[in-house]
């Protein structure tokens, strides 16, 4: 139960690829269904398949290579279904170790030269209510850096960021949250309303240049004091 039922052993410096391959599997006239399949019904703990490499891989070295250049409506290359997981996840990607640079990761995702299109897309059809969010960006240890850099140097007319919901139904939620801890700090709600907890004795607004335009409603001190201190306020 242990030992192995097909056995392919290769000592030597083998440099063949594709149909050269150590193992080659060609079914050229296949238009539907499976050309290599592995069936593991009573598996629980252990590993389908299983790649595994001692050799340090550089530059176009790889364990495991897609390429489907000709696809133009595939609805995917790479398909992982698991819909009855609970608390586990469909994919799992560890690397970045200490040595990791700053060009180095653990998942990098190019569209190429597309102009349209998505490029990472996140969704989930449910009602979600959940807590974690649908995207959880976790680096609770970092202490300095950078967590989200999103670079949009050649925007014209563009957003680097939007957020959409819906007015009528949005109420107590908000597009924008800052947190310090369970406390909001700073939030912007439905129809760009913004609250800013602030602290005593503290600037909570600063505008170094510019001015402030109003140009309906007031502008209300409900305590504490208004003042300009170079300019006026007209």
């Known amino acids: 139960t242990t030992s192995d039922v097909i056995q392919f052993i290769g000592s030597g410096v083998f440099t063949g690829m594709g149909a050269?391959?150590?193992?080659?599997?060609?079914?050229?006239?296949?238009?539907?269904?499976?050309?290599?399949?592995v069936i593991a019904?009573?598996?629980?703990?252990?590993?389908?398949?299983?790649?595994?490499?001692?050799?340090?891989?550089i530059t176009t070295g790889r364990l495991l290579e897609l390429v489907g250049n000709s696809?133009?409506?595939?609805?995917?290359?790479?398909?992982?279904?698991?819909?009855?997981?609970?608390?586990?996840?469909?994919?799992?990607?560890?690397?970045?170790?200490?040595?990791?640079?700053?060009?180095g990761g653990v998942l990098d995702l190019t569209g190429g030269a597309s102009v349209l299109?998505?490029?990472?897309?996140?969704?989930?059809?449910?009602?979600?209510?959940?807590?974690t969010g649908v995207l959880d960006i976790n680096a609770a240890s970092a202490t300095a850096g950078n967590i989200v850099t999103i670079d949009g140097a050649g925007l014209t007319t563009g957003t680097a960021l939007q957020i959409n919901t819906v007015?009528?139904?949005?109420?107590?939620g908000l597009y924008f949250d800052c947190r310090d801890g369970a406390a909001s700090d700073f939030?912007?709600?439905?129809d760009g309303v913004v609250i800013i907890a602030?602290?005593?004795?503290?600037?909570?607004?600063?505008?170094?240049?510019?001015?402030?335009?109003?140009?309906?409603?007031s502008l209300t001190a409900?305590?504490?004091?208004?003042t300009a201190a170079t300019n006026q306020l007209v």
């Open 117 to 131: 299109g998505t490029v990472l897309r996140v969704g989930t059809t449910g009602v979600y209510t959940g807590g």
């Open 222 to 226: 409900t305590a504490g004091n208004f």
């Open 41 to 57: 019904n009573g598996l629980t703990t252990g590993t389908a398949t299983l790649l595994s490499s001692t050799g340090t891989l």
């Open 167 to 172: 007015t009528a139904t949005l109420t107590s």
């Open 198 to 217: 602030g602290t005593g004795g503290a600037n909570s607004l600063t505008i170094t240049t510019g001015n402030v335009a109003i140009s309906a409603g």
């Open 187 to 190: 939030s912007i709600g439905d």
């Open 71 to 103: 696809a133009t409506t595939s609805s995917g290359l790479l398909s992982v279904s698991g819909t009855a997981l609970t608390d586990g996840f469909a994919g799992l990607f560890t690397g970045g170790g200490t040595g990791i640079t700053a060009t």
């Open 20 to 37: 050269d391959a150590f193992v080659n599997v060609t079914q050229s006239g296949g238009t539907s269904g499976d050309i290599f399949s």
